[in-house]
T-cell receptor
Framework: DAGITQSPRHKVTETGTPVTLRCHQTENHRYMYWYRQDPGHGLRLIHYSYGVKDTDKGEVSDGYSVSRSKTEDFLLTLESATSSQTSVYFC?????????????FGSGTRLTVV | SQQGEEDPQALSIQEGENATMNCSYKTSINNLQWYRQNSGRGLVHLILIRSNEREKHSGRLRVTLDTSKKSSSLLITASRAADTASYFCATDDAGNMLTFGGGTRLMVKP
């Protein structure tokens, strides 16, 4: 999607290994979000950021950490991957607050933990 | 937890027909948004309706919002096969983030 890219697009990893997913934006938007999408659960917020080095937890943050050292990059790390973290991960960006602006989503990263 | 719940979960119609999806939510909101997701892709923002608006149009899309019933509907008129996708409502009930419903899977048959 224009202005936002996720990498990798697909990844298979083993249980217990750390994994880092990257979200990169060229829109200079302040807000960035990580969601996971699972059948039967819709999209659930993992972590979000409202500026460089400013992050906060979402609904399903256990087992995940994030970092944002630059406006354009928001990294999601699975400390020690488990099979329950097999999911499709989406990054989203927003120009402003959720009540004024919509999100632009990346194309997603499909992560399989075996 | 899902703030918004879409109904129906799945909908199958013929090309040219209208498709209506509904969303119910639990708490007060500033706005409600609708998104489309094509298979294997990210979500795409369709329309945003504010809590003081009752109806909004965008091309073949018509969205209504009834804050007294905490519900919204998305109408796609004269549907096309390319409208086949999942549709999600999202609300800003939790501050600077959106909470998404489980989605309605729409199939438009040629």
């Amino acid at each position: 999607d224009a202005g936002i890219t996720q990498s990798p697009r697909h990844k298979v990893t083993e249980t217990g290994t750390p994994v880092t997913l990257r979200c990169h934006q060229t829109e200079n938007h302040r807000y960035m979000y990580w969601y996971r999408q699972d059948p039967g659960h819709g999209l659930r917020l993992i972590h979000y950021s409202y500026g460089v080095k400013d992050t906060d937890k979402g609904e399903v943050s256990d087992g995940y950490s994030v970092s944002r050292s630059k406006t354009e990059d928001f990294l999601l790390t699975l400390e020690s991957a488990t099979s329950s973290q097999t999911s499709v991960y989406f990054c989203a960006i927003s120009e402003g607050t959720a009540w004024d602006y919509g999100y632009t989503f990346g194309s997603g990263t499909r992560l399989t933990v075996v | 937890s899902q703030q918004g719940e879409e109904d129906p979960q799945a909908l199958s119609i013929q090309e040219g027909e209208n498709a209506t999806m509904n969303c119910s939510y639990k708490t007060s909101i500033n706005n409600l948004q609708w998104y489309r997701q094509n298979s294997g892709r990210g979500l795409v923002h369709l329309i945003l309706i504010r809590s003081n608006e009752r109806e909004k149009h965008s091309g073949r899309l018509r969205v209504t919002l009834d804050t007294s019933k905490k519900s919204s509907s998305l109408l796609i008129t004269a549907s096309r096969a390319a409208d086949t996708a999942s549709y999600f409502c999202a609300t800003d009930d939790a501050g600077n983030m959106l909470t998404f419903g489980g989605g309605t899977r729409l199939m438009v048959k040629p």
